[in-house]
């Protein structure tokens, strides 16, 4: 038997889990996954292992209303609005078009289009349209768009959660740029974002290296505290 190659491990484990903890598929993921690629779009979607945690974590708040930042082909919005009752709602949002439009496509083949509200344009354009028509406070938040972005969207939705809520952040790592020492725009906006979230008093919040078959990341995961 050869040696293992450290560099290969995490990708050896994620393929490891993917033939054992994952070993019965997921037909819905896949499906949007195999349009998404037929579309010819980007693969920068959450792992396997990771949507599994977004529906873990949404199942553990007895989400009914969930937000997210970032739709791409909708992979984590599937993830995330299979676990919604009848009656929940999950609006995303996404900037690009032609991505939104596989988006919905796939909404409809995983039969969760009447859970799913796809808004596009760019965030920062469609939350005060939110805001005027009232959306409801949210117990799940996904961000995972623009990255420079973050915290404006961590801040928004912290406003309309409900306590006990969780926010979900991804890409907080990226490859360790949030440590770069010439840093650029991402770079700086990925360090604030964990110095603005040590002055926010209204919630708890870590963040959490992640490896696997998509290289070096990770995440920052918040409740919302009790608050007035
Ligand atoms: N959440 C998806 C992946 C999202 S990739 C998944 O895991 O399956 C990030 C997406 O954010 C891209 O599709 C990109 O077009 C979108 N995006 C970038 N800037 C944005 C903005 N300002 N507003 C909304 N969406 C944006
Ligand atoms: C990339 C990864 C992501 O998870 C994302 O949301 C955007 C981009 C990337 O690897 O480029
Ligand atoms: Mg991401």
């Known amino acids: 038997m050869t040696r293992r190659s450290r560099q290969d491990t995490p990708a050896t484990v994620d393929a490891f889990l993917a033939g054992t903890l994952f070993a019965g598929g997921d037909a819905e993921l896949e499906a949007a996954l195999a349009r998404a690629d037929a579309a010819g779009l980007p693969r920068i979607e959450v792992s396997l292992p990771q949507a599994r945690l977004l529906e873990v974590l949404c199942r553990t708040v007895g989400a009914r209303r969930i937000l997210e930042f970032g739709t791409l082909a909708g992979y984590s919005t599937i993830a995330m609005a299979r676990t919604l009752p009848d009656d ?100 700086s906006a990925l360090r604030d974002f964990q110095a603005y979230l040590a002055d926010e008093p209204r919630v708890s919040a870590t963040t959490i290296q992640t490896v696997g078959a998509k290289g070096h990341d990770g995440f920052t995961l918040a409740v919302v505290l009790d608050h007035d």
């Open 88 to 187: 929940g709602r999950l609006i995303t949002l996404e900037y690009d078009p032609s991505r939104a439009a596989v988006a919905r496509e796939n909404f409809e083949r995983a039969g969760l289009a009447d859970r799913i509200d796809l808004r596009v344009g760019a965030a920062l354009d469609t939350l005060p349209l939110l805001e005027a028509e009232g959306a409801a406070r949210f117990d799940f938040v996904f961000i995972d768009a623009d990255k420079s972005n973050t915290a404006t969207y961590f801040a928004w939705a912290l406003d309309r959660c409900r306590p006990g809520a969780l926010l979900f952040a991804d890409n907080s790592i990226r490859r360790g740029l949030i440590v770069e020492p010439e840093p650029d725009a991402t770079s």
